[in-house]
Nanobody, 119 residues
Framework: QVQLLESGGGLVQPGGSLTLSCAASGSIFSIDAIGWYRQAPGKQSELVAAITSEGTTNYADSVKGLFTISRENTKNTGILQMNSLKFKDTAVYYC?????????????WGLGTQVTVSS
C-alpha cells in the first residue's frame, strides 16, 4: 500500500528557512504530479506548489520566488524548500501525489507536518 510521509517541519523565526520532504513508499511503479498544500488555523487548504513528472512547476503567488519545489524520482521523494518564511506561512503542510502501483493509479496524502513561524 502506498504511503506518503512528510518530514522537516518545525519552529523557525521569521526570515528563516525550512526544507520539507515527502517520501512515498510501497510497490510504486511511477509518481505523476506531486503537490504541497497547507492549511492554516481557521483557513481553507491551499495549494502551495506542485511539480509534474516532467519537472514543470507551479506556485501560489504568495510563495513565488521564496519556495522551491523539486523531486528526486529515484528516491520517490518530493521536496519543498522554503525561504524567507513569514508569520503567515504558519500552517500544517501536506504532501499529495498521484501514484501508480500494482493496483492502479490514485491520489495519496500524507498526514502533514507542522510549520510554525514565530519570533
Amino acid at each position: 500500500q502506498v504511503q506518503l510521509l512528510e518530514s522537516g517541519g518545525g519552529l523557525v523565526q521569521p526570515g528563516g528557512s525550512l526544507t520539507l520532504s515527502c517520501a512515498a513508499s510501497g510497490s510504486i511503479f511511477s509518481i505523476d504530479a506531486i503537490g504541497w498544500y497547507r492549511q492554516a488555523p481557521g483557513k481553507q487548504s491551499e495549494l502551495v506548489a506542485a511539480i509534474t513528472s516532467e519537472g514543470t512547476t507551479n506556485y501560489a503567488d504568495s510563495v513565488k520566488g521564496l519556495f522551491t519545489i523539486s523531486r528526486e524520482n529515484t528516491k520517490n521523494t518530493g521536496i519543498l524548500q522554503m525561504n524567507s518564511l513569514k508569520f503567515k506561512d504558519t500552517a500544517v503542510y501536506y504532501c499529495n501525489a498521484r501514484v501508480t502501483d500494482w493496483n492502479g493509479s490514485g491520489d495519496y496524502w500524507g498526514l502533514g507536518t507542522q510549520v510554525t513561524v514565530s519570533s
